[in-house]
């Protein structure tokens, strides 16, 4: 059975870099039939692709052109895991936060969500 | 950027009804289309996967049909732990997902 536990903090002031973690349990982040996810969700924006990682011989990214100048995700081989990192967040970027693996393009496990909030 | 929209925003109904969602899409995605379910503090649940395959686990009163730019989702039979909201979720050019379409209970 797959679960992705997330970490990292609730709240983030505003300018500064939200990070934000994924451990993987049940499969592998190096997998050559998964993508791994990130996505959030806010009453204004719904629910939005951010970006993924993956790996194919070597190691692949594709992120949402709304967020591509600010964010990256890290593989983790050792640690069985991914992070999130958005750079200069302001008040628009609060949302719950969810890691997830695709597979043939379907969201099929999703991790807790984590609140997180931009201010001051 | 696809965009999906789904209708109707929210749709009541009784327990036992048939419900159908439809989710359209701006450009052909030819099938790279899944549905989920959202329950209020939840994770959204995967349903359908590539437009008509049920999910591991869920109950075949879920139903999706569709290709192209157009698609649904069926649910026959509406039970009580049913009313949600679902999402339509195209995956043929980056990713992108509907707004939402609450089932109410009438």
């Known amino acids: 059975q797959v679960q992705l536990q997330q970490s990292g903090p609730g709240l983030v002031e505003p300018s500064r870099t939200l990070s934000l973690t994924c451990a993987i349990s049940g499969d592998s982040v190096s997998s050559n039939r998964a993508t791994w996810s990130w996505v959030r969700q806010s009453p204004l924006r719904g629910l939005e692709w951010l970006g993924r990682?993956?790996?194919?011989?070597?190691?692949?990214?594709d992120y949402a052109e709304s967020v591509k100048s600010r964010i990256i995700i890290i593989p983790d081989t050792s640690k069985n895991q991914f992070s999130l990192q958005l750079n200069f967040v302001s008040p628009e970027d609060t949302a719950i936060y969810y890691c997830?693996?695709?597979?043939?393009?379907?969201?099929?496990?999703w991790g807790q969500g984590t609140l997180v909030t931009v201010s001051s | 950027d696809i965009q999906m929209t789904q209708s109707p925003s929210i749709l009541s109904a009784s327990v036992g009804d048939r419900v159908t969602i439809t989710c359209r899409a701006s450009q052909s995605i030819t099938n790279w289309l899944a549905w989920y379910q959202q329950k209020p503090g939840k994770a959204p649940k995967l349903l359908i996967y590539k437009a008509s395959n049920l999910q591991t686990g869920v109950p075949s009163r879920f139903s999706g049909s569709g290709s192209g730019t157009e698609f649904t989702l069926t649910i026959y039979s509406l039970q009580p732990d049913d009313f949600a909201t679902y999402y339509c979720?195209?995956?043929?050019?980056?990713?992108?997902f509907g707004q939402g379409t609450r089932v109410e209970i009438k």
């Open positions: 997830v693996r695709v597979i043939d393009g379907a969201f099929d496990y």
């Open positions: 979720q195209q995956s043929h050019t980056s990713r992108t």
């Open positions: 990682t993956y790996y194919t011989s070597k190691w692949n990214n």
